[in-house]
């Protein structure tokens, strides 16, 4: 199957079968498509479709990022759709470090099962009691014991924790080695004696469930083997940087697809919404800037992060620090400003659970703010231009 035929297919699936889960999922949650999305997920699967990032020793398609980025697109068309074809955040993430860094033993325990969608995970970095915009400053501690280490802390707006069968958790256990080399990563089964979901975080009113949700956990003495540490010790900073690379490209590229979704929405609503007999909202000056503005912003994202995905691909992801900096904000920023507009054009009805629109509005402001807020990588991208004029900002 070429690369267009991939896509083609993928956006069939999408928009003639997934997209009909939605008005259930928005009324009932995950639990009143469950039976559904699993059903797609089979037939996907049955396709050779599921988790196609992955090669194919892992059931995958074996996709370079930029190849991967742009079925993201397609997939970000529908809140459900990157869950049917088992390359959500953040599985896919993980599945990619345990790919990359995984021994045998921990690829076999963790990776297959979850490549192949028997099972979901959570990454376990962010903390309540310290800021998530410095990732070498944490409080959770990895002591080591005998052949075990045991892991004390407390972690928040752990994506998908709630149902996971493992967690990565990043934890010091170098305290006294730089910062950026303090901190290690670990995989934690959640039925481990020690391991618990406090609760699943409200995000402006909506706790979620499932894969939908950002959990808060305790780690109270949880005891885990020494050999499931991922990687070495100290290198979870690094890993952690490894797996944020790519991972952007897939936030972005799906956050394209959202801002594709409503500006469609938006131009059909404009097309037929009648302000009074024979007038069509679609003839208000105001409306046609608001589209227009969408078109040339999204299409301008696009380019951007396809480049940087382009450039990972040939230099890897080291190489283009600078530009994952400037696409994570920048489009962010492009899917806020979408969002909005859409919901301006739906009037009141964008409020509503009668639409997708609502959804989104509500989880995806957070765009701007994890995997870096936006003032830390505006600053980043500063500090990289400034440097080819001699000056040196300090952190």
Excluded at 94 to 115: D, I, S, W, Y
Excluded at 127 to 142: C, K
Excluded at 175 to 196: C, I, N, Q, Y
């Amino acid at each position: 199957m070429t690369s267009a035929d991939l896509i083609h297919r993928v956006r069939a699936i999408v928009r003639e079968s997934v997209v009909r889960l939605e008005p259930d999922f928005l009324g009932g949650g995950p639990a009143a498509v469950e039976p559904r999305l699993q059903a797609l997920r089979q037939q996907v699967r049955e396709e050779g479709l599921l988790a196609p990032h992955l090669p194919p020793e892992y059931g995958g398609a074996g996709l370079p990022l930029a190849s991967f980025g742009r079925l993201s697109e397609e997939l970000g068309w529908s809140p459900l759709g990157h869950y049917v074809f088992n390359c959500q955040a953040p599985d896919v993430g993980n599945m990619e470090l345990l790919l990359h860094h995984g021994t045998e033993e921990q690829k076999e325990r963790f990776l297959r099962p979850l490549a192949a969608g028997k099972v979901r995970s959570c990454f376990a970095m962010t903390e309540p009691d310290r800021a998530g915009s410095n990732p070498v400053w944490l409080g959770t501690t990895a002591r080591g014991d005998g052949e075990d280490y045991v892991l004390q802390g407390r972690k928040w707006f752990a994506s998908g924790a709630d149902g996971a069968a493992f967690a990565i958790v990043m934890a010091v256990t170098e305290k006294e080695a730089a910062p950026h080399a303090r901190a290690s990563m670990f995989l934690v089964p959640t039925d481990t004696p020690g391991f618990r979901l406090l609760r699943n975080i409200p995000v402006m009113g909506d706790a979620g469930s499932g894969h939908f949700s950002h959990g808060e956990i305790a780690l109270e003495g949880c005891r885990v083997p020494a050999r499931f540490r991922l990687g070495p010790p100290g290198h979870g900073f690094a890993l952690a940087q490894e797996r944020l690379g790519p991972g952007r490209i897939h936030h972005c590229l799906r956050w394209i697809g959202v801002c594709e979704r409503a500006l469609h929405m938006a131009c059909e609503r404009a097309a037929h919404r009648e302000l009074a007999p024979g007038v069509l909202l679609a003839s208000k000056q105001a409306v046609q800037h608001a589209i227009a503005e969408s078109r040339a912003e999204i299409d301008a994202a696009r380019l951007l992060v396809l480049r940087t995905a382009e450039r990972i691909d040939a230099e890897g992801a080291p190489a283009a620090r600078a530009e994952v900096s400037l696409i994570k904000f920048y489009v962010a920023g492009v899917l806020d400003r979408v969002l909005d507009r859409a919901i301006q054009v739906h009037g009141a009805l964008g409020l509503t659970e009668d639409t997708v629109l609502s959804f989104w509005y509500r989880h995806e402001r957070a765009a701007r703010i994890y995997d870096g807020p936006d003032e830390v990588h505006k600053s980043a991208l500063a500090r990289h231009i400034l440097k080819a004029y001699g000056v040196k900002v300090e952190i």
